[in-house]
């Protein structure tokens, strides 16, 4: 049997990337920056490391076969693929809907940089190119509790996915034949609106939650007080803006993969409930 490390083990996507490995009978290595901290099924391996310090990353990739790569935000060091690629044979990488980019073309972000390095790296490779997490609704806690979002954009049409359905399309790629080269785009299965949204996560919570329409200039301070990144928060505004008529594309891939359905959007707010209350 070969083993799987799992980078971002105690994340979101990853803890449930453990989960599904491990319920599949795989071994499992889970790397996580503080071993005493993890909470993960008896029988995973667990190793202390960091991306951010590569030299880290040894002892966790000594006979590993595959490698679940999720990159947290931190600069871009090409030692980790490096690295990847000295021990390992495949990756899988959670990347983001980005576009390919040519031979030479600079990249834009740092998920274009990261899958530039793997293509070149020697590596058996495929890319989970998830649109938007539905856990990212959690920002909306605060206002949840209150029984009103305001935000702008009610209408911005999103087909955000369940962190569940990642790990399930991470664990089925990693252990099944035929994704080498693959880039597959992983949404929920449908689009709903900003005020759907809230709508759907009141009812999971059980009261009324609506949506009250906010200046986007009033918004853009308010984010960028509270997210620090102008950049960042000019670039959710252009694109929520442009979710208004044009809806956040929907695809098949989960069904196609695992023979299911996509988890819905209600779903997801159903197993969240609690960290709305």
Not at 70 to 96: M, N
Not at 105 to 112: C, D, G, L, V
Not at 181 to 203: D, N, S
Request: with cysteine; proline share 5%.
């Amino acid at each position: 049997m070969t083993k799987i490390l799992v980078t971002g083990a105690t994340g979101s996507t990853g803890r449930n990337v453990v989960n599904s490995l491990t319920a599949a009978g795989h071994e499992v290595r889970a790397l996580v920056r503080d071993p005493g901290l993890a909470r993960l099924p008896s029988g995973v391996e667990v190793v202390r490391g960091d991306l951010s310090s590569p030299q880290t990353l040894v002892p966790a990739l000594r006979g590993v076969e595959s490698v679940y790569l999720v990159w947290p935000g931190i600069p871009v060091d090409p030692r980790v693929v490096e690295l990847v690629a000295r021990h390992a044979r495949q990756v899988v990488y959670l990347s983001t809907d980005v576009a390919d980019l040519a031979e030479g073309e600079p990249a834009s972000s740092f998920h274009q940089e990261i899958e530039r390095q793997i293509r070149g790296s020697g590596l058996r490779w495929t890319f989970l190119r998830a649109i938007d997490f539905a856990t990212n609704t959690l920002g909306w806690a605060d206002q949840i509790r209150q029984g009103i979002v305001r935000l702008p954009y009610g209408r911005a049409a999103r087909s955000l996915i369940h962190e569940r359905d990642i790990a399930d399309v991470a664990a089925h790629v990693l252990t099944s034949a035929g994704h080498d080269g693959a880039r597959y785009v992983l949404t929920g299965p449908e689009a709903l609106t900003h005020a759907e949204l809230v709508r759907i996560i009141g009812e999971a919570v059980g009261c009324e939650v609506r949506w009250e329409e906010q200046a986007p200039e009033a918004a853009r301070e308010q984010l960028t007080a509270a997210w620090g990144n102008p950049q960042f928060v000019a670039a959710r505004l252009e694109a929520w803006a442009a979710f208004v008529d044009s809806p956040e594309r929907v695809t098949d891939t989960v069904a196609r993969l695992l023979g299911r359905p996509a988890r819905t959007f209600r779903s997801w707010a159903q197993d969240h409930a609690a960290d709305f209350r």
